[in-house]
């Protein structure tokens, strides 16, 4: 009895340190309450000065000693991975922000949040502003103080995060200066007094810009994390104890196996063909039959259809997905497709799959078909955005019972969970020899050796083996990306550590457990989908070391 009640003891104060973290967090910094799901927040934008930072890293550190001080044999299996899911936010944190500093060396950091504030209200209700039109507005008063705020803490910025921030300004300007219009629509307000706000918010922006490219920059690569940081975080985030070099191995290994993989399947479309002149032949020959917007709502529809028919996992009842054309003055946000899921507190959980389509557009014959273009392959994308992907996902993930499970996000679980899904979607439509796409796994291979790529690339760029323009040079080579897009690429990779190679690790990780559960004949393919999404985002490390 005395052992029970000192766990119970033990397991109330960890939900207190847990619950006032995030309530602490989000007062702090609103935008990250409202992104959540809690809609109180919606109307107000932090201050981020460097007192605001301190009193943020004053909380992480307290909080990460009070739960570290909490005797690990007072919790169970389930409340030992919600220990390991916030420690794990708390230690990321305190890499970033305390001893990496990122608040200060990353200026992207601000200007993106300052994006998202904004975004993030607007992509849920795109095609009616109205419920968040008085929340946007206050937003957008508040941006030059939260700009004014975000200026005084940059000091020695990366030199490419110091340039990205210049070159992204006019992206964040564009948006604010968009709202103006349906933001009149939807409160009535006269259209120059909203002109005049988002005027003010984007010249905030601007300037914000121009203050970062003033100051004296840090040495250049002073994104990469060192060998030994980057073997932390990966322990932290992917769950793997792998050294960084063990990792980029691994992906040197299956970027040679898929590339072998992905010729001989090429090889069905023409002996003399390479595989991306198969991809592009195809691609340039796809049209879709009927709108696009409907297509991808048939689709999605359809997939999740085939799925619940198959019997490869379950679908929570009253779950809910609404495929949407992006209204006009998004469509520079969204070039193709792109879902929102519901925060992971919202009591709304509908997700929203949202279609950029060509048609809407005033293109010409030829840019409209070169735009059209880049949705082929969209059985993929449905069923990593969509079903059995992101939206199953996090809406399952969104009704734990845990907070700090309910907030976690970690992408070693939610892109592996994709990549699987992608690979399912292939299986089932080859499997059921329907005949929409003859390309799909082709397509899907092709995807798979990006992401093997990915994993070499992000080792060697953190570490220190890589160049910055040597790692654009490997997705030239292997996977014929032009210049511009592979340093897009490179560009996110230096400020996302583990996360370019957390897809396709995440999927090996995965189907290392499916080895062991389904093709052992223990479960069935159902079963071992439904168990894996009821862990939420977390690493199937720490999901198979559970024992649950």
Known sequence: MVER???NSTVRIYDALVEKYFEETFALFPEQGSA?????????????NPAAWRRHLKLVESTLRAVEDLPRGDFDARQTLDRRAMLSLLRSE???HIQLRRWQNNPQIHLHEAADAIFNLVVRHADDLRPVAAAITARLKALPK???AAAECIAAPDPLWQALTVKAAPGVVQLFLSLPEPLTKATGKSLPELQKLAQMAADAATDYAKHVNKLKSATAGSYALGEQLFALRMREQTGLDWTPREAAAVGRAHARELSEALKKEAQRFGSRKSPHDVIEEA????QPTGGLVETYRHLTAEMRERFAAAGWMSFPKGEKLIVK???AFMRDQ???AAYSSPGALDPDQT????VNDPANWDFSPKQAAAEMRQHFGLELTCSHEAYPGHHLQFIIQNKLPSLARRMAHHAIFYEGWTLWCEQMTADLLIENKWKENPFIRLLQLHDELWRAWRIVIDVGLHTGDLTYDNAAKILQTEMGFTKTRAQAEINWYSASPTIPMSYLLGKMELLRLKRARVDSGAITLRQFNDWVLSFGAIPWRWIEESGM
């Open 94 to 96: 305190w890499v970033n």
């Open 146 to 148: 939260y700009f004014d």
């Open 283 to 286: 691609r340039a020959a796809w």
């Open 351 to 354: 997700g929203i799959f949202w």
């Open 325 to 327: 054309a992006i209204p």
């Open 5 to 7: 009640n000192r766990r």
């Open 334 to 336: 969204i070039p193709t």
């Open 36 to 48: 959540a799901g809690r809609h109180e927040f919606d109307s107000a934008m932090s201050r981020p």
